[in-house]
């Protein structure tokens, strides 16, 4: 059984930072593209972040480019999100999934989510 378990939101202040982790089991995380995804209050899922499988490649949506950094551990099966320079729109569910949510984020394996909430 797949699953995946985050942790690492909480409260911060604009600007602030924080660093989310997703631990995985129940598959070949080594082998696995590996996303984030959000979902703000009262919306849809949003693609934040793709990692490839042996984390060479890194993709992100413009809104986070240069704010946001995904990275994995394949010895340790995690996936890691540091964010940077958050703003109140950042707030929001943030969900570690399995596959490529750059595709389409509605299409991979979400665990139950950290919430992450950006407010002074």
């Known amino acids: 059984e797949v699953q995946l378990v985050e942790s690492g939101g909480g409260l911060v202040q604009p600007g602030g930072s924080l660093r989310l982790s997703c631990v995985s089991s129940g598959f070949t995380f080594s082998s696995s593209t590996m996303s984030w995804v959000r979902q703000a209050p009262g919306k849809g899922l949003e693609w934040v972040a793709d990692?490839?499988?042996?984390?060479?490649?890194?993709y992100y949506t413009d809104s986070v480019k240069g704010r946001f950094t995904i990275s994995r551990d394949n010895v340790r099966k995690m996936l890691y999100l540091q964010l940077n320079s958050l703003k109140i729109e950042d707030t929001a569910m943030y969900y570690c999934?399995?596959?490529?949510?750059?595709?389409?984020?509605?299409?991979?394996?979400r665990g139950q989510g950290t919430q992450v909430t950006v407010s002074s």
């Open positions: 999934a399995q596959g490529a949510a750059r595709y389409n984020v509605y299409e991979v394996r």
């Open positions: 990692i490839s499988s042996g984390g060479g490649l890194t």
